[in-house]
């Protein structure tokens, strides 16, 4: 006696026939219910990756920062204070050209001060320092934390930490710092601006949606073997 | 061997395993959606999705847990429903858990214990 023989009588009879469509009404609203997760975690990554690409003044980010802060489009205004400035040297251009960054503190509207590298300059070359009021663009970044031992080389500083900064400045800082990328007004031998090393802010990611658009996926598939396995199961018993 | 107990034991620990789970992540939710903005985008705790991912997972066991056993019964369809649906319902899964073991213990000996006594060339 074949087994298949009793599955297919089986599966023709009304009952399974009836049972069979609505497993597929089941599978067709699983997939869709799938797909809306999937859409929601889609819209919720772009919305928050919208709302971390747009640049927000840096006095309206929580002190100290948090990792998804990192690489986050800032906006700043104050003026320079030209005696807290440092230059660290061997570090490159856009072009890969060795030379000094420029690494200020701007002193902002609240009466902050945060670190700001200004961009580069050649080697021992002199640059202007704007006086007055500047707006600046820039990206966030956190303090360098690596060789902390060794952040200062002599009197020479290899390192951008704020804490160390603050010290060296006697000036209290806001945590990290901004790498500027623009600056108005700008003149004409300021600093040449160099790219930040962490450029995308990280998003948190919506797991829940996401994982439960895989599950509906998954109950479909498993409507399927349980119709199937009904079927089987009936077949046997007729026998 | 018969499999009716072994079933039966397996959809309780996954009706009491998803049904605390469900319970706590439930009394979380209504507290966070009441109490602590959750409405907000991005304003729950990681832990707390976790919670319900954890849950999906579960029911999924649960629910292989509960068509065994309602197969093993030959429940009709309607009951088999209401049974996998228990497992989404907070406290619900306690009850069918419940309901299950007094309908079990209800069978006569023979349909729990048969293979013992039906074993023919002995």
Request: aromatic share 14%.
């Amino acid at each position: 006696m074949p087994p298949s023989s009793n599955f297919w009588t089986r599966a023709k009879t009304p009952a399974s026939i009836f049972a069979l469509l609505s497993l597929i009404a089941v599978c067709v609203l699983f997939f869709f219910l799938g797909k809306w997760q999937w859409d929601r975690t889609q819209d919720i990554l772009d919305a928050e990756r919208a709302a971390s690409m747009a640049a927000v003044p840096v006095s309206e980010i929580d002190q100290p920062l948090k990792p998804e802060d990192y690489g986050r489009a800032v906006t700043a205004s104050g003026s320079f204070i030209d005696t807290d400035q440092v230059r660290i040297g061997s570090r490159l251009s856009r072009e890969s050209i060795a030379g000094d960054w420029i690494v200020s503190a701007l002193e902002i509207e609240t009466g902050q001060s945060i670190a700001v590298v200004r961009g580069w300059v050649p080697q021992g070359q002199s640059f202007a320092t704007p006086e007055g009021t500047v707006s600046i663009e820039g990206v966030l970044q956190p303090s360098d934390t690596f060789y902390n031992a060794t952040g200062e080389r002599g009197s020479e500083i290899v390192t951008i930490d704020s804490r160390q900064l603050s010290a060296l400045w006697n000036t209290p800082l806001l945590d990290g710092y901004i790498v500027m990328q623009s600056q108005s007004p700008l003149e004409a031998d300021s600093p040449e601006s160099v790219p930040p090393t962490i450029s995308t802010a990280d998003v948190a990611f919506p797991l829940q949606n996401f994982f439960y658009a895989i599950q509906w996926w998954v109950f479909a598939l498993f409507a399927i073997t349980i119709y199937i396995r009904w079927l089987v199961i009936g077949s046997k018993l007729r026998t | 061997m018969n499999k009716i107990p072994t079933a039966l034991l397996a959809f309780r620990i996954m009706a009491w395993v998803t049904g605390v789970v469900l319970a706590f992540a439930s009394v979380w939710a209504l507290y966070g959606y009441l109490f602590l903005n959750y409405g907000a985008e991005g304003g729950k705790p990681l832990l707390y999705s976790i919670l319900w991912i954890a849950h999906g997972w579960l029911y999924f066991a649960y629910l292989i847990a509960a068509i065994n056993l309602a197969f093993l019964l030959r429940f009709p369809i309607l009951k088999t429903l209401a049974l996998l649906l228990a497992g989404t319902i907070p406290f619900a899964s306690f009850y069918a858990d419940f309901v299950m073991h007094r309908y079990v213990a209800s069978l006569p000996d023979k349909a729990t214990k048969k293979t013992v006594k039906q074993v023919p060339n002995q």
